[in-house]
T-cell receptor, first 113, second 116 residues
Framework: GENVEQHPSTLSVQEGDSAVIKCTYS??????FPWYKQELGKGPQLIID?????GEKKDQRIAVTLNKTAKHFSLHITETQPEDSAVYFC????????????FGPGTRLSVLP | DGGITQSPKYLFRKEGQNVTLSCEQN?????MYWYRQDPGQGLRLIYY???????QKGDIAEGYSVSREKKESFPLTVTSAQKNPTAFYLC???????????????FGEGSRLTVL
């Protein structure tokens, strides 16, 4: 079955700097890759996703890149702000159905003022 | 506001006791899910339900049970058979996947269960 690894497990950046979180997956059949953000005491929330027919997707300060050959995808956050501090989870799935999502272990991002 | 409500937020249980976690949604979503979250691990699927009166085991269903008698409700029972029940439990729902809509998961705020 699918296995998703995520690095780093913790990341601290200065406010205004960029942050990059990388995930690798094992199943070449996976074609949907969402990223979820979990703020303290709350449930995760989808922030961006990408499909295998696209190499990059951007939404304001957040971007995701996908390298299907290498089986890895990354989350890029530019101009980080304190409210970006959270745990970020990547996931991989061979379809859009929630029961098939395989989540990475998460990255705790701290943005230092 | 539409959303998913989980209760209780914190729950303490003695060993050997069953406990039921509530999950209610007013998003009119057909699919609902229960995940378990442990420190340093990704979300792991316990049970899911695509329609009323039907549910399927996820990756770690042993020691848990669910019911889906109403579209809005998907309660999870943590039984005494669950060997390590202390964890953070998340309920989620998702829209039907039609017209290119992705399977975005909408999560509740979670229930933290501690077994004493």
């Amino acid at each position: 079955g699918e296995n998703v690894e995520q690095h780093p497990s913790t990341l601290s950046v200065q406010e205004g700097d960029s942050a990059v979180i990388k995930c690798t997956y094992s199943d070449s059949a996976s074609n949907y890759f969402p990223w979820y953000k979990q703020e303290l005491g709350k449930g995760p929330q989808l922030i961006i996703d990408i499909r295998s027919n696209v190499g990059e997707k951007k939404d304001q300060r957040i971007a995701v890149t996908l390298n299907k050959t290498a089986k890895h995808f990354s989350l890029h956050i530019t101009e980080t702000q304190p409210e970006d501090s959270a745990v970020y989870f990547c996931a991989a799935s061979w379809d859009n159905y929630g029961q098939n999502f395989v989540f990475g272990p998460g990255t705790r991002l701290s943005v230092l003022p | 506001d539409g959303g998913i409500t989980q209760s209780p937020k914190y729950l303490f249980r003695k060993e050997g006791q069953n406990v039921t976690l509530s999950c209610e949604q007013n998003l009119n979503h057909d699919a609902m899910y229960w995940y378990r979250q442990d420190p340093g691990q990704g979300l792991r699927l316990i049970y899911y339900s695509q329609i009323v009166n039907d549910f399927q085991k996820g990756d770690i269903a042993e020691g848990y049970s669910v019911s889906r008698e109403k579209k809005e409700s998907f309660p999870l029972t943590v039984t005494s058979a669950q060997k390590n029940p202390t964890a953070f439990y998340l309920c989620a729902s998702s829209r039907p996947i039609t017209g290119g809509v992705t399977g975005e998961l909408f999560f509740g705020e979670g229930s933290r269960l501690t077994v004493l």
